[in-house]
């Protein structure tokens, strides 16, 4: 497709729904970029679901705040007979050694570990268990 014309009469086939080699992502849209354009929209809809916070306060052993520590969440994720640990994201403790992280929950049964790190501190990994 090297001309405007062309591109415009794909994207018309493929909004009516023409282009049966296309298929539809669950969670995204395939784009066609054509040189003839300078922006391009691409609109996405997603399925909303519940969301749960998570949060808590960094702590060393003394009980004193830690600010400034790299919190992870990762999920546990069950296949088959085996778990895998997936990282999701990451932040910093604020000044008071508060973290927060905001997770979709699509299931009720799903597990989370949140692990704190920061130089000069021994840490274990916590579980979060969506109730």
Known sequence: MNDCKEYDKYLYDVNLGLDKDKKKDKNGVEILVNPC???LRADIKIKQSKKVKIWGQIKDQCGCLVCGAVVTLSKVVK???CSEVVFIEQTVSDKHGIY???VCIDD???KYKICAYKKGCKTEPK????N
């Open 37 to 39: 354009e300078k922006e």
């Open 108 to 110: 009720c049964s799903e």
């Open 79 to 81: 296949n088959c007979e």
């Open 100 to 102: 927060c992280f905001t």
């Open 127 to 130: 579980s979060v268990f969506k």
